[in-house]
C-alpha cells in the first residue's frame, strides 16, 4: 500500500514537471490557436516579445507582436477585411465611454454596445475589458452559448477562455471586468 501512494505521488509530480516544461518550452510567437484560420500566437507576459509592429502586406499595422490588440486587429483585417480607422490605443482605448449604448465607435469603425444591457453579445464581436493592469484586454467572442461565451485572446495563458454569461431582466452580463462589446455593422 505504501508502494502504491509513493506511485501515485511521484505520477502526480512528473505529471507536474510534465506540464510545467510544456508551458516553459513555448517561445514568444509559437502559435498556440487559430480562430477561422487565423493565427493566435504566445507571449510570455506584459512586453512584447519582440520589437517592433505587426504590419499586414498591404502596410496596415495590426500593432505590437503579439499583444491582444494585435491579434483582434489582425482577425478583423484578415477574417472581415475590415480595417479600424484608428490605430492607436491601448486594448482599453477600444471601448469609448462617451459614445452612447448602440452607436458607432468611428476610431473603430464598429458598433458599440455596454455589457449589461438588452443586447447579447455575438460571434466575431469584439469584447473590452477592465483587466489590470491600466492598459485592458481585447478578445474575440468565438462562441455564444446560453449561458457563458468562450474568447479567442492573445497575451494571455490561453488561447480560449469560457466566461459565464447571465441574462437578468432582459440584459445580458457577461460575468468579467469587461466593459462592453463592438460588432461590425449591419450595413457593412
Given at each position: 500500500m505504501a508502494i502504491?501512494?509513493?506511485?501515485?505521488?511521484?505520477?502526480?509530480?512528473?505529471?507536474?514537471?510534465?506540464?510545467?516544461?510544456?508551458?516553459?518550452s513555448l517561445r514568444c510567437g509559437d502559435e498556440?490557436?487559430?480562430?477561422?484560420?487565423?493565427?493566435?500566437?504566445?507571449n510570455d507576459g506584459f512586453s512584447s516579445c519582440e520589437d517592433g509592429r505587426?504590419?499586414?502586406?498591404d502596410r496596415y499595422s495590426y500593432g505590437m507582436k503579439w499583444q491582444?490588440?494585435?491579434?483582434?486587429r489582425r482577425f478583423y483585417k484578415d477574417f472581415f477585411e475590415h480595417e479600424m480607422p484608428n490605430r492607436y490605443g491601448n486594448a482599453i482605448d477600444?471601448?469609448?465611454?462617451?459614445?452612447?449604448?448602440?452607436?458607432?465607435?468611428?476610431?473603430?469603425?464598429l458598433v458599440q454596445f455596454y455589457n449589461g444591457r438588452s443586447e447579447?453579445?455575438?460571434?466575431?464581436?469584439l469584447l473590452v475589458c477592465n483587466m489590470p493592469p491600466i492598459y485592458g484586454h481585447v478578445a474575440?467572442?468565438?462562441?455564444v452559448g446560453?449561458?457563458?461565451i468562450v474568447i479567442a485572446q492573445q497575451n494571455s495563458s490561453s488561447a480560449f477562455a469560457k466566461v459565464g454569461l447571465k441574462e437578468e431582466n432582459g440584459n445580458w452580463h457577461i460575468q468579467s471586468n469587461c466593459i462592453g462589446f463592438l460588432r461590425i455593422p449591419d450595413e457593412i
Open positions: 502504491a501512494i509513493l506511485f501515485f505521488f511521484f505520477g502526480c509530480f512528473l505529471q507536474n514537471q510534465t506540464s510545467f516544461l510544456a508551458e516553459e498556440i490557436g487559430q480562430l477561422e484560420g487565423v493565427p493566435i500566437y504566445y505587426h504590419w499586414s502586406t491582444c490588440v494585435e491579434f483582434v477600444y471601448f469609448n465611454p462617451k459614445i452612447k449604448h448602440a452607436n458607432m465607435n468611428k476610431d473603430r469603425g447579447k453579445p455575438e460571434t466575431y464581436d474575440i467572442i468565438s462562441e446560453k449561458d457563458y
